[in-house]
């Protein structure tokens, strides 16, 4: 079955430093994978999407990348602010032909200032 | 505009009871669905609706699950007999296409 991972340890960055989280796939290839962002008690909130004939994608402060040889994403935030503390996930379309999402357990990020 | 909205924000029940989920999702959305979340854990996805119907309900956990979408808009997810295990975070999220899914902000039910 389709299979999504991310490091379920929290990462936490100093102010100012580029944070970086990891999305890994198994038995699957997706025509694309989006980012969310959560916040305690709230839903989830659309970042960015990237499209499998895309390497990377990037806005404003956000950079995506999309490996489909390693089945891996990147997710980085430069120039991290205390603001961008929350959990991060990562989904995929699944295959069954409309936009049903298959999302990762999510990273908590923390940023210290 | 307005955003996607749900209601209750937080459900107690004692188990067995029956309970209802109401979403609103975005005008003009035709794409809804419902995901579940337990604590600490990802989303898991429940079930899809395109327009009124439901072309994928493979993710309700058993048959006290069930969810209607009536008009082309709003969405209820009802479970019968509730179990202890069914409590978690409940949302709903709507979208256009193969896009970006809107989410709302979620019903914690907590099954006594």
């Known amino acids: 079955s389709q299979k999504i991972e991310q490091n379920s340890e929290a990462l936490n960055i100093q102010e100012g430093k580029t944070a970086t989280l990891t999305c890994n796939y198994t038995?699957?290839?997706?025509?694309?994978l989006q980012w969310y962002r959560q916040d305690p008690g709230r839903g989830p909130v659309f970042l960015l999407l990237?499209?499998?004939?895309?390497k990377e994608k990037r806005k404003e402060r956000l950079k995506v990348t999309f490996d489909t040889t390693l089945k891996q994403s990147l997710f980085h935030i430069t120039a991290s602010q205390p603001a961008d503390s929350a959990t991060y996930l990562c989904?995929?379309?699944?295959?069954?032909?409309?936009?049903?999402?298959?999302f990762g357990a999510g990273t908590r990020l923390a940023v210290h200032p | 505009g307005a955003g996607v909205s749900q209601s209750p924000s937080n459900k107690v029940t004692e188990k067995g009871k029956d309970v209802e989920l109401r979403c609103d999702p975005i005008?003009?959305?035709?794409?809804l669905y419902w995901y579940r979340q337990s604590l600490g854990q990802g989303l898991e996805f429940l079930i899809y609706?395109?327009?009124?119907?439901?072309?994928?309900k493979s993710g309700l956990p058993s048959d006290r699950f069930s969810a209607e979408r009536t008009g082309g808009s709003v969405s209820t997810l009802t479970i019968q007999r509730t179990q202890q295990e069914d409590s978690a975070v409940y949302l709903c999220?709507?979208?256009?296409?193969?896009?970006?899914?809107?989410f709302g902000p979620g019903t914690r039910l907590t099954v006594l």
């Open positions: 609706f395109q327009g009124n119907s439901a072309p994928d």
């Open positions: 989904a995929l379309v699944s295959s069954g032909g409309y936009n049903k999402l298959i």
């Open positions: 990237i499209r499998e004939n895309e």
């Open positions: 999220a709507s979208s256009v296409s193969w896009n970006e899914q809107f």
């Open positions: 038995n699957y290839s997706p025509a694309y």
């Open positions: 005008s003009g959305h035709t794409a």
